[in-house]
């Protein structure tokens, strides 16, 4: 009984890591196989349609939707139309929510909200 549970408990980390190097290998042609599948198709990997765009920005697809329209007072981010296809560039994405970062102010202690007060001009509060 002891030797079948030596054998069990027994791992080869050469072995191992041959074949999580074979693994990653693999990884890596099928994601160039499918970045050049996507060139060939005209797409552009780095554009993403309106639901790739929600999830990176982490919001709802109805609030891009909704910015979009010309009468609405939301502001989203830039955006592009080819044909009746809506895109998004990623660095678009990225300089839109870098440009609306607020800092929390709640999470700040009363300390630092007194200090922060204090250094805009406002008082002690």
């Known amino acids: ?7 069990v408990v027994a791992v080869d980390a ?3 890591m041959a074949q999580l190097s074979a693994l990653n290998e693999k990884m890596d042609r099928l994601l160039e196989a499918k970045r050049l599948e996507a060139l060939s198709d005209g797409a552009d990997p780095r554009n993403m349609n309106t639901a790739e ?3 990176f920005l982490k919001v709802s ?3 891009l939707n909704k910015s979009r329209m010309p009468t609405s007072k939301t502001v989203g981010p830039p955006y592009h139309v080819k044909g009746n296809r809506v895109y998004y560039t990623l660095e678009d994405l990225e300089a839109w929510r870098d440009s609306t970062k607020r800092e929390c102010v709640q ?3 009363p300390m630092e909200r007194r200090l922060r007060a204090v250094s805009k001009g406002g008082g002690a509060l």
């Open 53 to 55: 765009a929600a999830a």
């Open 61 to 63: 697809k109805a609030f």
């Open 14 to 16: 050469e072995a191992l």
């Open 107 to 109: 999470s700040l202690t």
């Open 1 to 7: 009984m002891a030797e079948l549970f030596s054998s």
